[in-house]
């Protein structure tokens, strides 16, 4: 079990004692993980002009919604891309295969149940999808649960997530002791405008992060206690 939970928590423990040279870090591995996705998104768009254009005169209506799709997903790509700006600082990002999506989730928690930790986990309303909003939201869900059973000593956690109106709203609460280290789910949180809380409850610790499902990055806010 040691070895199990050694290769869970290894992506999430690189660390450095230097605060803003662990800030540059974690940055540039969340856009080496957002590269991926945005090359998605651009494949995409290029493979939907190109069908648009193919079918355009014997098909002129599924031509103009394939164009539509392609346009909705260069927005998509025009938006993550900024996001992924704002993260690099130095260096060039590197792919790593596929990217997670929310719907990895169940594998994740199977993942902490082998590793000692119980995990249930309840979602209200209906996703919006968005590849990096769900990459994001699935790493956020991920280092909480590492926290949770590496700094925490916990044994059992909560996971909800409620989608309303523009907002995606996540919390992870454990039985566990408390913690400092949340670097990866505030830079995270940042890419959407989001805020971040955190804090001993009744009972252990909770974590509570808030995340734009639109438009344009903001300035974070929150209790920055974490």
Not at 112 to 128: H, I, K, Q
Not at 201 to 211: A, K, P, Y
């Amino acid at each position: 079990m040691m070895r199990l939970f050694a290769r869970l928590v290894r992506p999430v423990r690189r660390r450095s004692a230097d605060p803003a040279d662990a800030v540059t870090r974690e940055r540039l591995r969340i856009a080496e993980e957002l590269h991926d996705v945005v090359a998605h998104d651009l494949s995409v768009l290029t493979l939907g002009v190109g069908a648009g254009r193919v079918i355009m005169d014997r098909d002129p209506e599924r031509a103009r919604q394939t164009l539509r799709d392609a346009e909705e997903a260069g927005r998509q790509a025009l938006t993550d891309l900024q996001r992924v700006a704002g993260l690099l600082r130095s260096g060039s990002a590197t792919t790593t295969g596929p990217q997670p999506t929310l719907g990895a989730l169940p594998a994740l928690f199977d993942r902490f149940r082998a590793a000692g930790l119980s995990v249930a986990f309840s979602e209200d309303g209906p996703r919006r999808p968005s590849p990096v909003l769900e990459l994001s939201a699935y790493r956020i869900v991920e280092e909480a649960l590492v926290n949770a059973l590496e700094h925490g000593s916990a044994r059992k956690a909560q996971v909800r997530l409620r989608w309303q109106g523009g907002v995606v709203e996540l919390c992870v609460q454990d039985d566990g002791g408390p913690r400092e280290r949340l670097l990866g789910i505030w830079e995270r949180a940042a890419l959407f405008g989001g805020s971040v809380t955190s804090g001993p409850v009744q009972g252990g610790f909770e974590i509570r992060v808030r995340l734009l499902t639109g438009g344009r990055t903001r300035a974070l806010t929150g209790d920055r206690t974490g």
